[in-house]
């Protein structure tokens, strides 16, 4: 079984400050990794995604994260947040291309000016 | 990127009724669709994955019969919450994911805030 937990409920941070997310997971087998942005009633949006190869990734807006095996984290970081990035963020695992998520509780990121 | 629109956005029904709420792949051919249940303030959980053609597999603890899911087409599938309860009003969400074509992730609609009264 899988399970994916998200260490802070709520994140408030200051505009232009750096942030951190954590995600930990739990899998006997290989996965792929996922964080996804929501915005209050909307839906979800894919922020960036782990696959294989370069354990580093980044999403178009600032975000990146890194895949470390031997800590099963896939922690969010970003340098320098903006009141935009006011959202709830969950970090997810499948064990599938395109098989279905086992999401973390989600962490409540706000941003303050 | 692939399309899915989940309709409708909203829909407040009376306790007893039935509700349906369509998932669309609007530019590629889902073959898999996901239906995910949000509670305030929680996370997504999985209700039931849908295969085309196949009946729905939902989880442990999600009733099949008052959670009626249908995936007739390679575009579309349906939830119908039937005899609606005001335990059942949540944020529905579905995502499509087309298998052998290259995807890598599956897509979600929009989400479907259910209101029962």
């Known amino acids: 079984a899988q399970s994916v937990t998200q260490l802070d409920s709520q994140v408030p941070v200051f505009e232009e400050a750096p942030v951190e997310l954590r995600c930990n997971y739990s899998?006997?087998?290989?996965?792929?990794l996922f964080w996804y942005v929501q915005y209050p009633n909307q839906g979800l949006q894919l922020l960036l995604k782990?696959?294989?190869?370069?354990?580093l990734v980044e999403s178009i807006n600032g975000f990146e994260a890194e895949f470390n095996k031997s800590q099963t984290s896939f922690h969010l970081r970003k340098p320098s947040v903006h009141i935009s990035d006011t959202a709830e963020y969950f970090c997810?695992?499948?064990?599938?291309?395109?098989?279905?998520?086992?999401f973390g509780q989600g962490t409540e990121l706000s941003v303050k000016p | 990127g692939a399309v899915v629109s989940q309709h409708p956005s909203r829909v407040i029904c009376k306790s007893g009724t039935s509700v349906k709420i369509e998932c669309r792949s609007l530019?590629?051919?889902?073959?898999?669709m996901f239906w995910y249940r949000q509670f305030p303030k929680q996370s997504l959980m999985l209700m039931a994955t849908?295969?085309?053609?196949?009946?729905?597999?939902?989880e442990q603890g999600v009733e099949k019969d008052k959670f009626l899911i249908n995936h007739a087409s390679l575009t579309l599938s349906t939830l119908t919450v039937t005899s609606a309860h005001p335990e059942d009003s949540s944020f529905y969400i579905c995502?499509?994911?087309?298998?052998?074509?290259?995807?890598?992730?599956?897509?979600f609609g929009q989400g479907t805030r259910l209101t029962v009264v």
């Open positions: 995502s499509a994911s087309s298998a052998g074509g290259g995807n890598t992730e599956a897509f």
């Open positions: 899998s006997s087998v290989s996965v792929y």
């Open positions: 782990y696959l294989s190869g370069s354990t």
């Open positions: 997810a695992v499948s064990e599938n291309q395109g098989g279905k998520l086992i």
């Open positions: 530019d590629f051919q889902a073959t898999t």
């Open positions: 849908s295969n085309e053609g196949s009946k729905a597999t939902y």
